[in-house]
């Protein structure tokens, strides 16, 4: 299992940086292949509530590239919606329907618009490729440390229903951690750009909603009694279990960096 992970990662941290370093269309290509995968991964998850997947997969892709090019957004929601009310109705069976359409269009839209916020955040002028670094940073290490840390000194339950092997002790040292590397990236490469307390207030907020975002994702999984998203990443599990932190950090992050 380890060798896997550890092959994967070889593979694949150089194809992510090096398209965050290049940024542009690179970027947003990378973050069209897991969006479209992690979209297509949830409605496998959720796969006992019946999701329309192909009308949510390819809505899925409008979407995103609407948001890409800031082009009738607001538009293509009322469309796509109005579209799986449609199919809806001409179900045969229109059994469980309601959990069918709510399923589909969360895993069409929430999926889809929060992970574009990684794109946001690359191309904000100037920083954004320190920005998505700091983010990236973040969430690997304090996912280490809180591993770590958690295997070793957890005795209590962070939320043991919804998935057992997480510690409070893991969890507050994930806090820890991102807030080290915060303070630490900022004094190498954003001295001249945020303060001191900006780069703590990002490292705690980062880990505390990355954690959180970990959970949400393991709750679908708990309910629908499945362990991993898919196994597209060998060691890893499926693209939404690689990027499931970032479903509520990167749009909390985002929006943090352009209020200040």
């Excluded at 542009?24 to 995968?37: A, C, E, R, W």
């Excluded at 499931?244 to 943090?256: E, K, N, Q, R, V």
Aim: glycine share 6%.
């Amino acid at each position: 299992m380890l060798l896997p992970r550890i092959l994967t990662a070889l593979v694949g941290i150089p194809i992510v940086f090096a398209c965050i370093f290049y940024g542009g269309i690179f970027f947003q290509i990378m973050f069209f292949v897991v969006i479209l995968f992690s979209v297509m991964e949830f409605f496998s998850v959720t796969k006992k509530y019946k999701p329309m997947k192909i009308s949510g997969v390819l809505a899925a892709i409008v979407f995103y590239l609407s948001l890409n090019a800031a082009f009738y957004v607001n538009e293509i929601i009322i469309l796509t919606i109005f579209l799986f009310f449609f199919f809806a109705m001409a179900r045969k069976n229109i059994e469980n329907i309601s959990a069918s359409i709510a399923i589909t269009c969360f895993g069409t839209f929430f999926i889809t618009w929060a992970l574009f916020h990684m794109v946001l955040i690359r191309d904000i002028p100037k920083y954004g490729m320190h920005y998505i670094i700091f983010l990236f940073v973040n969430v690997w290490l304090l996912d280490t440390g809180a591993y770590f840390m958690g295997k070793k000194f957890g005795r209590h339950k962070l939320a043991s229903v919804i998935s057992p092997k997480k510690t409070i002790e893991g969890a507050v040292a994930g806090v820890v951690t991102a807030i080290l590397v915060s303070v630490a990236y900022r004094y190498l490469f954003l001295r001249d750009v945020i303060t001191n307390n900006q780069a703590i207030i990002y490292g705690f907020v980062i880990s505390f909603v990355g954690q959180f975002s970990d959970l949400a994702e393991s709750l679908f999984k708990r309910d629908c009694n499945i362990k991993d998203s898919g196994k597209i990443l060998p060691g890893h599990g499926g693209m939404l279990d690689r990027f499931d932190s970032y479903l509520f950090a990167a749009p909390i992050f985002y929006y943090i960096i352009i209020s200040f």
